[in-house]
């Protein structure tokens, strides 16, 4: 059954580096969207994507966020600097079409910033 | 602004019972509602979903129902296993905040931790 995948499962990194977590959408979903759970809180939407274009974004998707499909497969969020406060489990997510439709997410990497 | 709310926060209970989670949201303006299952540091699986328009939903021993008009929906859990242990969380999709194109995205309940003992 396809699935959505993400790499990496786990990253560190440090205050102030860049950051740029991967995921791989099911094949034929055109919407991509990226949410985050900081530990113990809620799942978080940032962003959607929809033919090469932001479609909606939170608050907490500020300028230091960007997401890209940079090929047919890939879709990334970009944090430029990182912050403590940006320590999540990152959650990419898909659909094959618009409102009606089930999201399928990844299992998630885990960005923990020191 | 869209509220979800789950009902217990946390549960216990023997293998073999049946059980309900409750989820509520604030606004009915709802697209659809989907049941999430999320195991410890791990992704989330989608269980049901139910359309604004549709009662119920049910795949194997999971059965969800949506009360829109009241912004209530359940998922019931038939004959739970160790197995069924797990987060589970609820999600609504909901227009944009802002208006204009929205591609739907889900706001989230805390989540209920399930824990079935044998």
């Known amino acids: 059954e396809p699935e959505v995948t993400q790499t990496p499962s786990h990253q560190v990194t440090q205050m102030g580096q860049e950051v740029i977590l991967r995921c791989v959408p099911i094949s034929n979903h055109l919407y991509f969207y990226w949410y985050r759970q900081i530990l113990g809180q809620k799942v978080e939407f940032l962003v959607s994507f929809y033919n090469n274009e932001i479609s909606e974004k939170s608050e907490i998707f500020d300028d230091q966020f960007s997401v890209e499909r940079p090929d047919g497969s890939n879709f990334t969020l970009k944090i430029r600097s990182t912050k403590l406060e940006d320590s999540a489990m990152y959650f990419c997510a898909s659909s094959v079409g618009t409102l009606s439709y089930e999201q399928y997410f990844g299992p998630g990497t885990r960005l923990t910033v020191t | 602004k869209q509220e979800v709310t789950q009902i217990p926060a946390a549960l216990s209970v023997p293998e073999g019972e049946n059980l309900v989670l409750n989820c509520s949201f604030t606004d009915s303006a709802i697209y659809n509602l989907q049941w999430f299952r999320q195991d410890p540091g791990k992704g989330l699986t989608s269980l049901l979903l139910?359309?604004?328009?549709?009662r119920e939903q049910t795949s194997g021993r999971l059965n969800a129902s949506l009360d829109k008009s009241s912004g209530r929906s359940t998922l019931y859990i038939a004959a739970s296993q160790p197995g069924d242990s797990a987060t589970y969380l609820c999600?609504?999709?909901?227009?944009?905040?802002?208006?204009?194109?929205?591609?739907?995205?889900?706001?989230f309940g805390q989540g209920t931790i399930l824990t079935v003992h044998p």
């Open positions: 999600a609504v999709r909901v227009p944009s905040n802002a208006g204009g194109t929205s591609y739907g995205k889900l706001t």
């Open positions: 139910i359309q604004s328009s549709q």
